[in-house]
């Protein structure tokens, strides 16, 4: 039950620092740093739009070459 406790009040403190993360960073950084960040978010997003569209075009040849 210690070993539950001591989760329980983890969790609870990373909850509470994680609340409080974005703003407070936002704060802190430099209009310089925050587009910096923006960039890298739109990369990795559209990295993951790519790679998604991909696949799908990748399954639809499939299924078209299994209907010939």
Request: net charge positive.
């Amino acid at each position: 039950m210690k070993k539950e406790l001591i989760s329980r009040v983890m969790r609870d403190m990373g909850r509470k620092g994680g609340k409080i993360g974005g703003k407070r960073s936002l704060e802190t950084m430099t209009p310089e740093e925050r587009i910096a960040r923006a960039r890298k978010a739109a990369a990795a997003s559209a990295k993951v739009r790519i790679k998604k569209a991909r696949a799908k075009r990748a399954a639809a040849r499939k299924a078209a070459k299994a209907k010939e």
